[in-house]
């Protein structure tokens, strides 16, 4: 009897473990295809039988991307931008965080609802009106236009998550230092904030990829060479007459590789972070 | 960009005890970047968009005429419209259903008892893997991968699927599909993640005690994983149909809404009515639409939550 249904658990366990291959197949060749074809020379990307590692196997691709200052100044771009916008979104955030979490005051309900529906409102809405309020403001083409874009997606977000963090903390820890004569600023960056770090990070992450993933906006808010990010850059070097793929393909691995750094090293507040609008 | 809902938002604010009056304005004062913000990149450019699409020849010439809903009546007529409308449902809600069937599928297998916890922490970083991605590059990928030369190709003409190598992207028979299909590839981890949390919440006794009344496994997914579940469910599925409607980067880098249209969405056509047509007008009246269509979803969403509080 015990055997039998030993057997049957073993033959349960394949069956699991054959579909989650299938699965794995089905998510990870295209990435492992990608991973290959960045090593081969771009005439071996469509050769037939196609082969994973090919004679032809080299870092030129990397090299050529590494060592060409426009598509480097993609990267620096990208940087630039994600890291600014999610320190500004943060800074901007936890303030108003601070002031739903910690007071009342006159039309606190009517801008929750303004914040919770300005995250459904659709780019592709807002981009007509951005192309000249963006020149009017000379901030066309800069990276102070691609922030403060970047900007009005991340925050309503953050706020609500980081309003949410500072909802789980004891009003007693900060109505101490008020009551010890410091201010909102003293009870705000000395007391909540250090706590608050797990919900900081998760939201800081959330706000990285958002700014570095971005296309639309990037797209038609700058024009020039030494302006475009990573996801523009990309499609830039797809535009050119001869398709160098297995460049493309390093440029992408190279691309992805911040996200997956995030990933790796704060996997447990990516899962928060992002999970925490469906799950509470 | 994730939608939440101010669980707490409003929950009440301690009792002032003193300098009430002063403390009022100090929120305002830590509220005010956030306010100025919005009100310069999201009310003054929303009342921009109105605008434009109530009047003619908006930008391209200096004293635009009030043409009233000339532009709607016009967008709303076009068969470009109708297009863009049919693909765009669509592409979304195909996209929903197998996001959402994919993500239940495989968190239920990361999730077995019968795994090790090493085995599924290594499926679980291979399957993730499509989320690690921007569009722009899932985009190249896949334009790389579904090329008639490429590999996807190969296996279907080895296999004996198909005789000769496919346009998956440029032939008007498949290019929806092959789009279509792509997002699914791309977004179903978003899913997955939600519900493995969402799993890892059920309390096991509720299976125990299922196990004890002789409910086979199925039985146990009908009658307590789905209705467990049921909340995130419907939170992801309304967050999705948001999303996947407004996708406008992976449409734009793979095929571009063509050919001949099979694969124009609600967002590429408001884009080439823009920016390569410069009909600033019509693209104000189809941007209006569309944010009136995301409006009402957000409505549901927001009225889901409230009701789950």
């Not at chain 1, 060592?67 to 955030?93: C, E, H, I, Q, W």
Request: some cysteine; overall charge positive.
């Amino acid at each position: 009897m015990s055997k039998t249904k030993k057997q049957r658990e073993a033959l349960e366990r394949t069956g699991v473990l054959l579909a989650l291959i299938g699965g794995a197949v089905f998510a990870g060749f295209p990435v492992l295809w990608m991973l290959a074809s960045s090593f081969k020379s771009n005439t071996e990307i469509f050769e037939s039988p196609p082969r994973f590692i090919t004679e032809g196997f080299s870092f030129a691709a990397y090299a050529s991307i590494l060592s060409d200052p426009t598509k480097m100044r993609f990267f620096v771009n990208s940087y630039v931008v994600a890291l600014a916008v999610t320190g500004l979104t943060l800074v901007v955030a936890l303030f108003a965080a601070y002031a739903f979490s910690r007071f009342d005051f006159p039309f606190k309900k009517t801008i929750n609802i303004v914040i919770v529906g300005v995250q459904a409102v659709p780019p592709i809405t807002l981009l007509v009106p951005y192309f000249g309020l963006m020149v009017f403001l000379r901030m066309f083409n800069t990276y102070q236009g691609l922030v403060l874009t970047y900007m009005v997606f991340t925050l309503p977000y953050a706020i609500i998550m980081l309003t949410g963090y500072f909802n789980t903390l004891p009003r007693e820890l900060d109505e101490a230092v008020r009551v010890d004569g410091g201010g909102p600023m003293t009870a705000l960056w000395r007391i909540l904030v250090p706590v608050s770090v797990p919900g900081i990070v998760s939201v800081g992450i959330y706000t990285f990829m958002i700014a570095w993933n971005e296309y639309l906006f990037a797209l038609t808010l700058t024009k020039t060479q030494d302006m475009r990010t990573v996801p523009i850059g990309i499609q830039l070097l797809m535009g050119q007459h001869s398709y160098q793929w297995n460049e493309m393909m390093a440029i992408s691995i190279l691309g992805c590789i911040p996200i997956l750094i995030l990933y790796i090293f704060f996997q447990r507040y990516f899962m928060s972070g992002m999970t925490a609008g469906a799950v509470k | 960009m994730v939608l939440l809902t101010p669980k707490k938002l409003d929950a009440p604010a301690p009792v002032a005890t003193r300098a009430k009056k002063k403390r009022n304005l100090v929120p305002f004062a830590f509220l005010s970047p956030t306010i100025i913000l919005l009100v310069i990149l999201m009310l003054i450019p929303i009342v921009m968009v109105i605008g434009y699409s109530l009047m003619d020849n908006v930008i391209m010439k200096k004293n635009p005429v009030f043409a009233g809903f000339n532009n709607y009546v016009e967008v709303l007529g076009s068969e470009i419209f109708r297009t863009a409308v049919l693909n765009t449902t669509f592409f979304t809600t195909v996209s929903v259903g197998a996001h959402l069937v994919l993500g239940l599928l495989f968190s239920v297998l990361l999730n077995s008892r019968l795994l090790n916890g090493a085995t599924k922490a290594l499926f679980r970083v291979i399957y993730v893997l499509p989320w690690l991605f921007t569009v722009a590059i899932i985009a190249i990928l896949w334009r790389l991968l579904l090329n008639p030369n490429g590999v996807v190709n190969y296996v279907l003409v080895t296999l004996g699927i198909t005789d000769t190598g496919v346009e998956w992207l440029s032939s008007p028979g498949t290019a929806l599909f092959a789009v279509t299909f792509i997002n699914i590839w791309a977004g179903y981890p978003f899913f997955m993640v939600s519900l493995l949390a969402g799993l890892q919440g059920i309390p096991r006794d509720l299976y125990e005690a299922a196990r004890v009344d002789g409910a086979n496994g199925l039985q146990q997914f009908v009658n307590i994983t789905l209705p467990q579940l049921r909340p995130i469910i419907v939170s992801m599925a309304v967050l999705d149909l948001i999303w996947t409607s407004q996708q406008f980067a992976l449409i734009w880098m793979t095929t571009g809404g063509g050919p001949v249209n099979v694969t124009e969405m609600l967002s590429t056509m408001t884009y080439k009515m823009a920016f390569s047509n410069y009909q600033f007008s019509l693209a104000s009246a189809s941007a209006v639409i569309i944010l009136v269509m995301s409006m009402v979803l957000a409505y549901f969403y927001v009225r889901h939550q409230k009701a789950r509080d």
